[in-house]
Nanobody
Framework: QLQASGGGLVQPGESLRLSCEAS?????IGWFRQVPGKEREGVAS????????SIRDSVKGRFTISRGSDKNTVNLQMNSLKPEDTAAYYC????????????????????????WGQGTLVTVSS
């Protein structure tokens, strides 16, 4: 089960912090976003098998993914928000089988994730 929160309306340049509380068994957790009419795209993920963090190029330097004090919580800190960051944001979990290697790029692909939470809407507008 996944519960995402923290979305809202902000002005360009402002910040938001999304949180996702995850339960169940998984070893990879990620944040994705989707705009109506477009494909869902990976934003950031954490691979618990090797602590590898993957970040989408367009948000590098602005977004940070991290574990909360409660290991079942994953946060997405979004700074310097831009209008193009406007989207519904989703958290998702997956289980990478032993012996399978995924690149940083692979870890941002929705197809490897099995469980999805409901989205939280982020709107960046002046």
């Amino acid at each position: 089960q996944l519960q995402a929160s923290g979305g809202g309306l902000v002005q360009p340049g402002e910040s938001l912090r999304l949180s996702c509380e995850a339960s169940g068994s998984y070893n990879v957790i990620g944040w994705f976003r989707q705009v109506p009419g477009k494909e869902r795209e990976g934003v950031a993920s954490i691979n618990d098998k090797d602590d590898k963090i993957s970040i989408r190029d367009s948000v590098k330097g602005r977004f940070t993914i991290s574990r909360g004090s409660d290991k079942n919580t994953v946060n997405l800190q979004m700074n310097s928000l831009k209008p193009e960051d406007t989207a519904a944001y989703y958290c998702a979990t997956g289980s990478i089988p032993d012996g399978i290697y995924y690149s940083s790029r692979d870890l941002l692909k929705p197809v490897i994730y099995d469980y999805w939470g409901q989205g939280t809407l982020v709107t960046v507008s002046s």
